[in-house]
């Protein structure tokens, strides 16, 4: 081994090597290194002496290590640390057991019911009629709840709800939530806080945007995909989901935190938490089922899903004295929204084929109104959820499948797209046949394939199928990509199988003008066209023939790509031609250009084989190369290192924003040379707190580090 000296004293040379420069054997002592560090560090927080790293360190290893084992997945070591979050996936998570089981809530779902309730606990405490009785009334989050277990005002761990008495350690998933604190200044010295994790509509759209953009999986609601991000064995994908938490309530506590849940849910506020704005307190049922009533109007405008409103005594004795039955507490109760659900006829089932080939199965229904809207459409996801399967193999709608004919129950969520809930088996035909998934391309007649591990058949049709062709120029032209107005699906389809127009591929939009024709088959002679209308489609086009490097990357459309990952390559490389020869060196040798590439923030194996091999495969550069001759390229601005303020800052997000997403905040600050951080350390310079910015924030305050707003953000940003 090769030592050398530095401010730390004697350090192997692998340590102070970026992972780029890595050699082989340097990078099995940096691993070695690693893992050790990593597990007495590991052995020493969960025993909770004083740790020798603090958390941003701990994290910077972690992700390092990750890092070289991304490089050289042949050198990862059996001991890896990454293995080391949880059980991998097939096994699940370790399990903690609650100290104080996580109970579920009993329904009312109307008027009576609400009474009954109030009765109930005057009876059980012996309170007269008359005697006032104060609730809280405050949205039911549709999410999933989380236990924080910290103790001496750290966090030690954080378990889903499993069973109630036993739940999955998802402690450092838990902690990449950028509303969630590690350390509570003044808490009491064993505090558990509960509550539940969600994702918000517009993180919602936008996730399942890139995830579509990517060619990765589409989440039905916001539940399920915030389900889904929590319980991640890589926790670096926890990380990149828009996760937020709101606190209500508490497990086991060394001390009370007040007299009230009132008092109590301010407590937890005061220490970070974000807790919700539209709890109130309420003294008779008429006003708690106005405030309800007053929560449902705002449902649609509140920006998160709730599926009703709880209602809990205020009183903290009298909630201990009227204590818990088997699974639910005496003292509250879920007032639940009626269900936006109705029950029609599947008419037929439509394959749809995806940009990257993915088959989509939709249901076609006779139309129903559900929650107000006609649903003539639904969602099918993919095979396993028409067979009544979820991606884990376990049962979904108690394991009934959907067949053409049956009757189904439709559901609508938010804005989210309707879905099947139930099937009614009671009047399912005995001719309906289980339905068999298409084996091949329903467009082209390619056959599909589906891999193992994937919940999806796709087309490999590729450029020969005119599905994929059409989807392939909507998003070329889509609004982050060209962007070019007057080009919708309708025309995109019609110039795609006009022969005339023959919009084939992008390239061909860019010879539209010159291959129009002044006969009869010219655009403007085209029903619904006219003369204006096919000049100002042929300047919208002109004027996209000068492009961004970033945003031609992205507009190929190439599975894995996303917007953010284009711009992070595009600013790297900056000349379109130099990226072409590195891509070019990088798929025939996999050498030194193969790992450029990878070292590139964001820039993962599987983005980097989908982007060589679609530079390699000789139909689909044909297209790019063609389509490149009809623009021109401006080069992506390198990282702006001059004039700006942020150069070799580390740069903290915490609260959520409301302008970007964190991905492209940090993208943007990346590009002005700041290192964007996860937590807060004594080497954090600058901390821009969004909205609902609790511990991380106050961490910053205490340390004495700059804190600004988003709002001071972008005009920061802005300026340079
Ligand atoms: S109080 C002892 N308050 O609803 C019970 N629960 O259907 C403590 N939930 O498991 C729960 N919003 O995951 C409470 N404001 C809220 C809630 C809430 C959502 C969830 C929670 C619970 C489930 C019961």
Request: negative net charge; proline residues 3%; hydrophobic residues 40%.
């Amino acid at each position: 081994m090769t030592y050398e000296r530095s401010t730390k004293g004697l350090i192997t040379v692998a340590q102070n090597r970026a992972v780029n420069k890595l050699t082989l054997e340097e990078a099995s002592t940096e691993l070695a290194r690693l893992a050790d560090v990593l597990a007495r560090a590991n052995i020493d927080y969960h025993q909770k002496d004083a740790p020798f790293l603090s958390d941003s360190d701990y994290d910077a290893l972690r992700i390092r290590n990750h890092e070289i084992e991304v490089r050289f997945p042949q050198m990862k070591r059996g001991d890896s640390p990454s293995e080391k979050i949880g059980a991998p996936l097939s096994e699940g998570f370790a399990k903690i057991v609650h100290a104080v089981p996580m109970l579920s809530l009993a329904n009312a779902f109307n008027k009576a019911d609400v009474s009954d309730f109030d009765e109930r606990i005057r009876r059980y405490l012996g309170l007269k009629q008359d005697l006032s009785l104060s609730y809280t009334v405050e949205p039911k989050i549709d999410g999933l709840s989380l236990s924080l277990r910290y103790e001496q005002g750290r966090l030690v761990h954080a378990a889903t709800r499993g069973d109630g008495q036993v739940g999955e350690n998802v402690t450092e998933n838990a902690k990449t939530i950028g509303n969630i604190p590690h350390v509570i200044a003044n808490a009491p010295e064993i505090l558990e806080v509960r509550g539940e994790v969600y994702i918000g509509h517009s993180d919602f759209a936008d996730l399942n945007e890139r995830q579509s953009i990517e060619g990765s999986k589409v989440f039905a609601n916001p539940r399920n995909a915030a389900a889904g991000a929590l319980r991640q064995i890589d926790v670096r994908v926890t990380a990149e989901r828009p996760l937020q938490f709101f606190a209500y309530a508490w497990g086991e506590l060394s001390e009370p935190l007040g007299n009230t849940q009132t008092e109590a849910v301010a407590r937890l506020a005061a220490f970070g938490f974000q807790i919700n704005s539209l709890t109130e307190t309420c003294q008779t049922i008429e006003s708690l089922l106005a405030h309800y009533n007053n929560i449902e109007a705002q449902r649609a405008s509140l920006g998160y899903d709730i599926d009703g409103v709880v209602y809990k005594v205020n009183d903290l004795g009298y909630q201990r004295r009227l204590g818990f039955r088997s699974t639910t507490p005496r003292w509250a109760v879920a007032h639940k929204f009626p269900a936006e659900l109705a029950w029609t006829y599947l008419e037929a089932i439509d394959i749809q084929v995806g940009r990257t080939g993915a088959l989509s199965p939709v249901a076609r229904l006779k139309p129903v109104t559900v929650g107000g809207v006609v649903v003539s459409n639904a969602t099918l996801h993919n095979e396993d959820y028409i067979l009544g399967r979820d991606s884990n193999g376990s049962a979904i709608r108690d394991g009934k499948d959907i067949r053409i004919s049956d009757w189904v129950q439709i559901y609508r969520a938010g804005d989210v797209i309707p879905k099947i809930a139930d099937v009614d088996l009671s009047k399912r035909k005995v001719e309906a046949e289980a339905f068999v998934f298409p084996s091949s391309c329903p467009e082209c007649g390619s056959i599909a394939t589906r891999e193992e591990g994937d919940a999806v058949w796709r087309c490999v049709g590729g450029f020969i199928c005119p599905a994929q062709g059409v989807e392939r120029i909507k998003h070329f032209v889509s609004r982050k990509a060209f962007d070019i107005d007057g080009l919708g699906t309708k025309q995109i389809e019609m110039f795609f199988y006009d022969d005339a127009l023959a919009v084939k591929e992008p390239a061909d939009i860019f010879t539209l003008a010159k291959r129009d024709t002044q006969n009869l088959t010219s655009l403007k002679n085209r029903d619904g066209w006219g003369e204006r209308s096919a000049a100002n489609l042929f300047a919208a086009i002109e004027e996209r023939r000068n492009i961004g490097f970033g945003r031609l990357l992205f507009a190929l459309g190439i599975r894995h790509v996303g917007e953010a990952a284009a711009n992070l390559i595009a600013t790297h490389y900056t000349k379109w031609d130099e990226f072409v020869l590195a891509i070019d060196e990088a798929f025939t040798s996999k050498g030194a250009e193969w790992g450029t590439l990878l070292a590139i923030e964001g820039v993962g194996e599987v983005m980097a084989t989908s982007l060589v091999s679609a530079f390699a495969n000789p139909l689909e550069r044909g297209a790019i190369d063609r389509l490149v001759a009809q623009l021109e390229i401006q080069d992506a601005e390198a990282p702006k290192t001059e004039g700006s303020p942020l150069v070799g800052k580390t740069v903290v997000f915490t609260g959520s924003l409301k302008k970007m997403s964190r991905a492209e905040a940090k993208a943007r600050a990346e590009n002005l040379g700041a290192k964007v951080a996860g937590s807060i350390s004594t080497k954090t310079d600058l901390v821009v707190a969004g909205i609902g910015a609790g511990s991380k924030a106050k961490k910053a305050q205490d340390l004495g580090i700059a804190i600004i707003d988003e709002d001071d953000w972008f005009q920061m940003i802005e300026a340079l």
